[in-house]
């Protein structure tokens, strides 16, 4: 029988809501370019790293830069977002973030953080949840976006866990996918029409519970 013993979680969108400022921070570098992007096309950004975001704003704004001005472009977006992000306190967790990590670790499940950011332990820091993980993979650590899954798998190595024991928890759609074709189970964190691959879908992790989370381990093959 195969059992969870371990759950790694997405950063942005699943722990904390930084959304928001990665948007603002893109807004104001898209506006002194000269131009704008819906909150729509925002959407699009969810879980894709801070490279691929910059072409696709820049390809939504008709505009083309060299790879020298891409990386400088890339590096003012992070400032003004770091700046954002310094100020982050305890109380932007989401709901039930915090319970849920507690609780899995009170029941002896490894805890693993799974992002691509490359600002993971700063707001792990800021938010003052570092010690509720046993690893942190972020994007200083891989070198392969998700929807490859490089980041769960390195994930589950670092907490000793094989990939058919572990649980991730995403709300992008390309991280979804990751942890399938990584061989996990998937929780999507959102909404049924947009992660409607994952093995279960949950609005947030206010909504979870290690009842719900062992029912995605397979049932005692029959004797
Ligand atoms: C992901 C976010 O978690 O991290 C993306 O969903 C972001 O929006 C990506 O672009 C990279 O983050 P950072 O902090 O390294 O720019
Ligand atoms: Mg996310």
Known sequence: MTTIKACIFDLDGVIVDTAVYHYKAWKRLANQL????TEEQNEKLKGVSRTRSLELILQWGGISKSPAEQEELATLKNT???E???HMTPSEILPGAKEFLVACRAAGLKTALGSASK???MILEKVDIVNLFDAVIDGNKVTKAKPDPEVFL???EAVGVSPAECVVFEDAIAGVEAAITGGMKAVGIGSPEVLGEADLVVSGLNEMSLEKLNALAPPNPPR
């Open 154 to 156: 390195k994930g589950a």
């Open 80 to 82: 003004w977002y770091v």
């Open 84 to 86: 954002m992000i310094s």
């Open 119 to 121: 600002n993971s332990m």
């Open 34 to 37: 000269g131009f704008d992007f």
